[in-house]
């Protein structure tokens, strides 16, 4: 146990020796001053009833001056916050997992049943980062990676009844809206790939990218130059496409360019398609690695309160023969 103010203590005892004595000194100056001399008390303080009388009452001094110590001595260790301290060595596991999401208006259903798949793993996770990127003409960060599950809980909640055409929460697609043309996907995925803060090899990197691959714009930034920096970021791509129809040409380009990144590329019509995602990005290896340790101080009241009663008790106790 520790205490978290110890110069309390010293000033505390400082002062109160100081003030007994000064209080000694009055007392003993009065009671001086108020003294009469009495011939021939010998035969009185010989009478053991005397002595009984005497040696009760210095005990009961002594009892009081005890527990009046023990009393403020318990309070100035209170008031110095005594704390239990504990080292704790967390574990955090170095997994990052952006959501990106292309919002344009064939997506809402897909994009709410990835969001809604999410939700229901934020509750398994431990450790591992979030975050929810969106675009259509631009990005948009919604939230930044973070492990406050909370937090990313109820941002994910409102994304659903975004999705869902809830009026209330229509700030969601704040930002997604400032270019020319939709499902500007080269740019979409390029803010995703920007979103990891840490560079650190040994992180497990994904972008869970879901986009209805229709280009209508004319992007900053083309898609083979999004995953070129995914690549050289060492961030995994995992493509979600709803539009698939057989072998088509974008189709064809996606799933090669996803796929050079070691992630995956999933069809819409694969009921399956969320549910391999999520297993495909929990199968990256997540090594637990130690965080720095943190030193945590927890208030530890009991043995001052307990102290102090103890000693109000005698305190009390002592006293009642002059209350009486």
């Not at 994304?159 to 400032?178: C, I, K, Q």
Request: glycine share 8%.
């Amino acid at each position: 146990m520790e205490l978290r103010y110890p110069t309390l203590v010293g000033v505390g005892a400082a002062i109160a020796i100081i003030g007994a004595l000064v209080v000694y000194r009055l007392v003993s100056a009065r009671s001086h001053a108020s003294a009469e001399p009495v011939a021939n008390t010998s035969l009185l303080t010989r009478l053991p009833e005397y002595r009984r009388a005497l040696r009760r009452h210095r005990i009961r001094m002594l009892v009081l001056a005890g527990s009046a110590t023990l009393l403020g001595g318990a309070a100035l260790i209170g008031a110095a916050r005594p704390v239990d301290v504990t080292i704790e060595r967390p574990e955090t596991r170095n997994r990052d997992v952006v959501l990106c999401l292309d919002i344009s208006g064939s997506m809402a259903a897909y994009d709410a049943e990835l969001v809604r798949t999410f939700m229901t793993l934020v509750t398994q996770f431990e450790g591992e980062r979030i975050g929810l990127v969106i675009f259509n003409s631009s990005a948009a960060t919604v939230f930044p990676l973070t492990d406050d599950y909370d937090f990313i809980h109820d941002e994910l909640d409102i994304a659903l009844r975004a999705l869902a055409g809830d009026p209330e929460v229509d700030y969601f697609f704040a930002g997604t809206f400032n270019g020319l043309g939709t499902s500007l996907i080269g740019d979409g995925l390029t803010s995703c790939v920007s979103s990891f803060d840490r560079v650190d090899t040994r992180r497990a990197r994904s972008v869970v990218f879901a986009t209805d691959n229709e280009l209508a714009g004319r992007p900053i930034i083309g898609l083979d130059e999004a995953i070129e920096l995914a690549k050289l970021r060492s961030v995994r791509v995992y493509g979600l496409n709803p539009e698939e129809s057989g072998h088509d040409e974008q189709a064809v380009e996606m799933r090669a360019l996803v796929k050079s990144t070691a992630g995956e590329y999933y069809a819409m019509s694969d009921r399956t398609a969320v549910e391999r995602i999520v297993r495909a990005v929990e199968a990256q290896e997540a090594t637990v690695i130690d965080a720095a340790a943190r030193r945590l101080l927890t208030d530890s009241p009991a043995v001052p309160i307990a102290l102090a009663g103890l000693g109000l008790a005698g305190v009390v106790a002592a006293s009642r023969r002059w209350g009486s």
